[in-house]
C-alpha cells in the first residue's frame, strides 16, 4: 500500500486508502466486503466476498491451493464454503494455469530446484523474477 501511496502522491493524488486482513469486515458506501484469505506468491494476498443490494459476489484475485505454503497461510476454503451458503450471484476466480490438469508445485519444493541449478551451474546465471516472489525467498532464508 505504502507503494501505492508514493505513486499517487507522486502525481498529486490524494488517495483513500484502507488496509485490511482475513476476518475484516468493511462497509464502504453500498457495499459490504467480507475479506477471505487466499494463498498466494504474493504475501497476505485476499479474496473479498461483497453484498450489495443488488446481489452478492466473490472475487478471488489470483490464488493457489498450496497446502504447505511457506508462510502456513492457506486459502480458506472454509469462508468460502460459508459465505456461499449466504448465495453467491457473480464467482470471479483467477488462477494462473487452472486449465492444466494436476497440482501446482509447492512453494518449499522451488527453492530446493533452484539451489540444484546454482550448484550444477558451470557458467554464469542471470536472474529476474517478480516482486510479489519475495516468500520464496524469505523461505530459503529460514532453513
Known amino acids: 500500500m505504502a507503494l501505492i501511496e508514493a ?5 498529486k493524488i490524494r488517495p483513500f486508502t484502507l488496509g485490511v486482513k482475513e476476518g475484516d469486515v468493511e ?3 453500498p457495499f459490504e466486503c467480507e475479506f477471505i484469505a487466499v494463498n498466494h506468491s504474493i504475501p497476505d494476498a485476499l479474496a473479498v466476498y461483497i453484498t450489495t443490494s443488488g446481489g452478492t459476489l466473490l472475487h478471488t484475485g489470483d490464488f493457489k491451493m498450496d ?4 508462510d502456513g497461510r492457506i486459502t480458506d476454503l472454509r469462508s ?4 456461499s451458503e449466504k448465495g453467491v450471484d457473480l ?28 550448484h550444477q551451474a558451470q557458467r554464469r546465471i542471470i536472474v529476474a523474477c517478480f516482486s ?6 524469505a523461505g530459503h532464508r529460514r532453513r
Not at 505513486?7 to 502525481?11: A, M, V
Open 67 to 70: 497446502q504447505i505454503p511457506l
Open 80 to 83: 468460502f464454503a460459508r459465505v
Open 132 to 137: 510479489s516472489h519475495s516468500p520464496r525467498s
Open 7 to 11: 505513486k499517487l502522491k507522486e502525481h
Open 91 to 118: 464467482f470471479l476466480v483467477d488462477s494462473t494455469n487452472a486449465e492444466v490438469p494436476g497440482f501446482t508445485t509447492p512453494e518449499r519444493n522451488i527453492a530446493p530446484a533452484i539451489e540444484r541449478v546454482f
Open 27 to 29: 462497509d464502504l458506501g
